[in-house]
């Protein structure tokens, strides 16, 4: 046991003893841009779309009816809330005449539909813009 530690300690000597050696400077390399070749990388930049903002530059001004959340319906006179709930809740409708074939509509209701369908259009359901109840809460609160 004792040939162990003597073992030990003189390797720890025979190591430390090593840092007594000398050292070498370490040397940093030079970055100036003035002696390193420009390379200027040729970068295609492609634009990132976001699927429900594409998906609105569809209609424009205009009301989808198969897409538009409640809210939107505010703008409308006599719209909001109960058509407007009607309308997201009977949705999809393939034309914009659909509308006025809902069920459980009274004349007074159709004769306010029938003044804005020329502010209604009709777009292929977007699954962006269904997910989570977004037609129904659409987290904006004023």
Known sequence: MKQLGRLLVLVGLLISCLGWAG???AYAANLSLNKLPVVSPLLAVEQRRNRA??????????LDLNNSSIREFRQ????FPTLASMIVDQAPFDSVEDV???EGLTERQKQILETHLDEFTVTPVASVLQ??????NTGTYD
């Open 23 to 25: 050292h070498q400077n």
């Open 53 to 62: 903002d594409q998906k609105l530059g569809e209609f424009g001004e205009k």
């Open 76 to 79: 409308l006179r006599g719209m």
């Open 100 to 102: 006025l074939q809902m």
């Open 131 to 136: 997910e989570g109840n977004f037609r129904l």
